[in-house]
């Protein structure tokens, strides 16, 4: 019986979030300051808003690329009792301090902080926090907030002192841990995190205090509130949007309000387009980090977590809104490269990227730019063009020499020109050496650019598809085009069957036995009589591959790489599901089940699997199985060393742990998120629903006339929807589970068309 082809949803645009509670209107709680003939009126408050005109200049020059003009305000004035102006100095500093790296220009920052805090200090009303007692102060440190109480009588000035003030104490506290890379300075800064968090909470609560005392028909005019305040809620949701429990969806509606965007009103006008350009109601100098924050949650964190209500259109029009205001502005148009480079438009990305200048003082802050097109030529298999951007990279940047050293040694290594060969060793020995540490803690990316490096120096310069297991730490295969999707998998096919040609006959011979219950033969191996008591295979010389110690590492992320790529392949967006490259994706990850107790170090592999076989289980409905895939891979945390298990073979070095658990904690909130839309759709009530993530399904399309609710694709393997239970479950993966065999993977495959690689 011929199968109905279903079409993938789309990546664009997604239904809008309905939001469990209210998301408050602070616009309408603004009111004009007073007129400078009112007597009340202090000239510490006329200073401010002369201040503040000035600065909204000096943040316009900024964003429309001229840096030093911007610059050149701050500093020419010589305002030392100013907290807006000591304020933005110390940003300029930061941001250098930022771009450099190096130690000098971020001891600079901390004291221009320090100095800012100094001068906000006295401005700040002495009662709101140091006047508090012993008991309420403490109190207030453990709950974290200082309640609204704390603000209801303080003048204009104050109330912006508090923010200025908490603001540059959480900015302060970055730049100690960086300048002193140490366990003890995180501790350190902790209290001072607290207090500021404290005063945003507290805020806050005052922003809604008065916004109930508007819905009472009260004068709120006394309360001093203007469009410069930003509400501290943003940043409270900010920090808390990236995966710990919250509303994920009225903080990205608040997100919104800064700006008065509503993803539900659709695409303006052209004359409402218009008139937002020529509106100057909120642009207070805060309006466009509110702006940029939506924006950044859309394009850049949902590339890396599954998010869900991902809208590419919606991020595309503010991102579209400033351009028109700063048309030469680096960081709008970086977001526009980005917005191209999501949608799988590479070359459009590459070339926004090349286009966008600075002036030669900043020029550092290209180096995100040449980042990005890096990471599109090794999408697209570029090996010129991500050779000449990884030079680039580590020859004027300081922010990180490993990651710079491996990503040049690698680019060399696979253009693969001989006379080169010398220059990748070189390189890769030097990789090591350069390593940071932050708050005594490596940098996990570092930590795995390192053992690649050392893995290319101790077995004779072997190293397996290094840019493609690279943008794992990317998520590059996510942004990756049709066409490029199958070059990858025509080059990582290659790989697959020169190492299924290496594999000795005893270990193919075990491809065949059923995997333990879950799959979860790792655990099953730990102990010094693991492997006798599991029934798994144990090693003897016949074997191992002589002169190649991690075979089985190679093996492992070679299939797991396949499985990676036929997963994107059977779910791309807007095209016909292909359930043949998803039934290959399951038996990869199956491969790296049967094949994971002999892995040494390259542990990620396996638990990338379960992570990404859990997506399919997801997208595919299964959500009591993907449950369990995520759940698990929760709970290998080490609750003192947080280290995902030992692997029998070797000392299971995780260097992605942090990335892993990341990803499954998203997974496992959007998992819950489906789990109670069903239960809601059961009782009656209409809800949202959306496939998996937007790491497989990206987003359900609203905008080309397919229904929110399409049916899931299934593979061919498995039987109609309406003929699972929940025993039959088990049984229907098993089919696909078990099949692990290299004999018949390779069969299936080759019957597929290949691609062949090339260069651009």
């Known amino acids: 019986m011929t199968q109905a082809h279903t079409i993938n949803p789309s990546r664009r645009t997604t239904a809008v979030p309905e939001t469990r509670k209210p998301v408050p209107n602070w616009h309408l709680l603004v009111r004009p300051a007073m007129s400078n003939a009112n007597p009340r009126k202090s000239n510490l408050e006329k200073a401010m808003e002369e201040d503040l005109a000035e600065l909204r200049i000096a ?20 305002k030392p009792e100013s907290m807006y102006y000591q304020f933005g100095k110390a940003l300029c500093d930061a941001l250098k301090a930022i771009l450099t790296f190096h130690p000098d220009d971020i001891e600079k920052a901390m004291r221009s902080f320090d100095l800012t805090l100094k001068v906000t200090n006295k401005q700040r009303k002495t009662s709101s926090v140091a006047g508090l007692g012993t008991v309420k102060a403490f109190g207030s440190w453990v709950v974290g907030s200082i309640g609204a109480g704390a603000f209801k009588d303080m003048t204009r000035i104050e109330k912006h002192a508090e923010l200025v003030y908490a603001e540059a104490t959480v900015l302060r506290a970055g730049f100690s841990v960086l300048y002193h890379q140490d366990f003890w300075s995180l501790l350190e800064e902790t209290v001072s995190l607290r207090s500021a968090f404290a005063i945003f909470n507290g805020l806050k609560s005052h922003f809604d205090n008065v916004e109930q005392e508007l819905k009472a028909g009260g004068d709120i005019s006394h309360h001093h509130l203007d469009e410069h305040m930003l509400p501290p809620e943003v940043i409270i949701k900010l920090l808390q949007f990236v995966g710990f429990p919250s509303d994920r969806d009225w903080g990205l509606a608040l997100l919104n309000t800064a700006g008065q965007w509503d993803p539900r009103a659709g695409p303006d006008s052209p004359l409402e387009f218009q008139e937002r350009l020529a509106s100057h109601t909120n642009e207070g100098m805060r309006r466009q980090l509110c702006d940029m924050a939506p924006i950044a949650i859309h394009l850049i964190a949902a590339s890396f977590l599954p998010f869900r209500h991902v809208d590419y259109s919606f991020a595309e029009q503010i991102n579209n809104y400033n351009l028109h205001k700063y048309p030469y502005s680096m960081f709008f148009n970086f977001l526009r490269a980005r917005h191209a480079q999501v949608n799988t438009r590479l070359d459009e990305s590459i070339a926004i990227h090349e286009s966008i200048q600075v002036q030669p003082e900043w020029r550092n802050l290209t180096h995100a730019c040449t980042f990005e097109q890096l990471m599109c030529a090794m999408m697209e298999s570029d090996h010129d063009l991500a050779c000449t951007k990884s030079r680039v990279l580590l020859r004027e940047s300081n922010w990180t020499k490993t990651i710079f050293r ?36 490596q940098v996990f990316p570092e930590t795995f650019c390192a053992r690649k ?6 077995e004779g310069g072997r190293l397996l598809l290094p840019d493609y297991d690279f943008l794992v730490l990317w998520n590059g295969f996510d942004m990756m085009p049709l066409k490029s999707l199958r070059v990858a998998m025509a080059n990582i096919m290659v790989e697959v069957e020169r190492l299924e040609a290496l594999l000795p006959a005893s270990m193919v011979a075990i491809a065949d036995k059923p995997l333990p219950k879950h799959g979860y033969t790792v ?5 010094m009589f693991g492997l006798f008591l599991s029934g798994v295979h144990s090693l003897t010389r016949a074997d191992k591959i002589e002169g190649y110690d991690h075979f089985y590492d190679d093996y492992c992320i070679a299939h ?16 016909v599901h292909d359930s043949d490259m998803c039934a290959i994706a399951i038996r990869s990850f199956n491969v790296v089940f049967r094949y994971a107790p002999y892995i040494k170090d390259d542990t990620y592999a396996y638990y990338f699997s379960h992570y990404n076989l859990g997506l399919i289980m997801m997208h595919q409905g299964y959500l009591d199985q993907a449950e369990e895939k995520f759940k698990y891979l929760l709970s290998t ?44 759709q059961a009782e009656g009530r209409t809800t949202h629903s959306s496939f998996g993530s937007a790491s497989v399904s ?10 929110e609710n399409m049916p899931r694709p299934l593979p061919h393997h498995l ?15 098993a089919s696909l589970m078990s099949t692990s065999s290299t004999t018949k993977f390779n069969h299936d495959f080759k019957a597929f068309p290949v691609v062949v690689a090339h260069d651009r």
Do not use: W
């Not at 491996?406 to 006379?419: F, S």
């Not at 655990?523 to 102990?527: D, F, P, S």
């Not at 039987?719 to 993966?733: C, G, M, N, Y």
């Open 698 to 707: 990206r987003s359900s399309s609203s905008s080309n006339g397919r229904q």
């Open 453 to 458: 490096a050392n893995r290319y120096l101790n």
């Open 59 to 78: 943040l316009d020059h900024f964003l429309n690329n001229r840096m030093n003009e911007a610059e050149e305000m701050l500093r020419c004035r010589h």
């Open 637 to 680: 945390i080490n609750p003192t060393l947080m280290g995902l298990p030992a692997l029998v073979a070797g000392k299971g070095r995780n260097s992605l742990e942090v990335l892993v658990l990341a990803k499954a904690h998203a997974g496992l909130f959007l998992l819950l998120e489906d789990r109670q839309n069903a239960a809601s």
């Open 560 to 575: 797991y790489l396949l499985g990676l790529v036929t997963k994107h392949i059977a779910f791309f967006p807007d095209e």
């Open 719 to 733: 039987p109609a929807r309406k003929q699972v239970t929940q025993e039959s479950l088990s049984s229907d993966f």
């Open 406 to 441: 491996y990503l040049a040694a690698i680019t060399t290594l696979r253009r693969g020109l001989p006379k080169e060969a010398k220059r990748v060793d070189e390189l890769m020995k030097k990789v090591e050496p350069g390593m940071q540490t932050f708050c005594g803690v």
């Open 523 to 527: 655990e099953a191996t730990k102990g």
